[in-house]
């Protein structure tokens, strides 16, 4: 689990503040996976958003 969802997860930040975030994760990437990560989070609205972070936390 990346930062940015460990801090969605905890509160501390809001998918608003995490889709901000994103932007800059992407353009940084330097590891494939973490650039497919980063994608499909982008890709997703809101609540699907959000369950995929929570679904992260179980893994």
């Given amino acids: 689990m990346c930062l940015m969802c460990i801090e969605i997860l905890k509160g501390k930040m809001t998918i608003r503040e995490g ?3 994103l932007k800059e994760l992407i353009a940084t990437a330097d590891d494939q996976a973490q650039l497919a990560h980063y994608s499909e989070l982008a890709a997703l609205d809101d609540e699907q958003f959000q369950k995929k ?3 992260s936390s179980e893994d």
């Fill in 19 to 21: 889709r901000t975030a």
């Fill in 53 to 55: 972070v929570e679904e």
